[in-house]
């Protein structure tokens, strides 16, 4: 679930695509462990990325947070790669879900969106706990949905009527997005969340910048 909208055009605009398998997004650098095809850079994402800082325009996470060890070097290491502005992409199952969050073994986390909070300082738990690491991000974009990968499969039709009522009643606004997080998601089990981040970061010093302080 892309927005074009939010991606200005350049023509080196890079996108970086992690933990990418068989998906990749077209036109982007896909790392991943496995060597399948479509894979540009073998590599494990859970560990430093073999990526340069303020590289990339966009980078793109689909079902990866819920498996790291550690959310927040993996946030940090987004946030080094991109460049100031840069547009984050992140797609996870919903922790209302008990069931697609647990089901699968090698799941470390429930994840919410509640949970990107702490790496934005214009929020409350961001402006009051966001010291545990420098990454820091802006919020662009946020939904729940009922039902996972909607945008490329289509449930039956029941769960589609189902999927429709709750996720207007979720997606109303951030307030309405906190209720479904905090009090009713759960009876229901939403099983998707998209999150859209910019990265906020100064520019980078130029050359005669780094030249006259040196």
């Avoid at 933990?19 to 494990?44: E, H, M, Q, T, Y």
């Avoid at 009522?165 to 998601?185: L, S, T």
């Avoid at 999150?195 to 980078?204: F, I, V």
């Avoid at 010093?205 to 302080?213: N, V």
Wanted: net charge positive.
């Amino acid at each position: 679930m892309q927005d074009s909208s939010m991606r200005p055009a350049s023509l080196t605009h890079v996108v970086v695509d992690l933990g990418c398998g068989l998906r990749k997004r077209p036109g982007a650098i896909g790392l991943d462990i496995a060597r399948v095809p479509g894979v540009d850079v073998i590599a494990n994402v859970m560990r430093p990325l073999p990526l340069r800082d303020n590289s990339a325009d966009e980078v793109q996470a689909s079902h990866i947070v819920e498996h790291v060890d550690d959310l927040m070097a993996f946030m940090g290491e987004i946030w080094r790669i991109c460049k100031p502005g840069a547009l984050v992409y992140l797609r996870f199952p919903h922790g209302t879900s008990k069931y697609v969050t647990w089901k699968d073994p090698t799941h470390k986390r429930g994840v919410f969106l509640g949970t990107f909070e702490y790496f934005d300082p214009n929020t409350f738990d961001g402006a009051f706990w966001g010291y545990y690491h420098p990454a820091r991000f802006e919020t662009v974009k946020r939904r729940i949905n009922f039902n996972m990968n909607a945008d490329t499969w289509q449930p039956k039709r029941g769960r589609r009527i189902l999927g429709s009522i709750f996720d207007r009643i979720a997606n109303r606004n951030e307030r309405w997005q906190y209720y479904c997080e905090r009090f009713w998601g759960h009876w229901v089990g939403m099983e998707e969340g998209h999150l859209w981040l910019r990265a906020l970061k100064p520019e980078p010093a130029s050359a005669d910048e780094q030249k006259g302080t040196a």
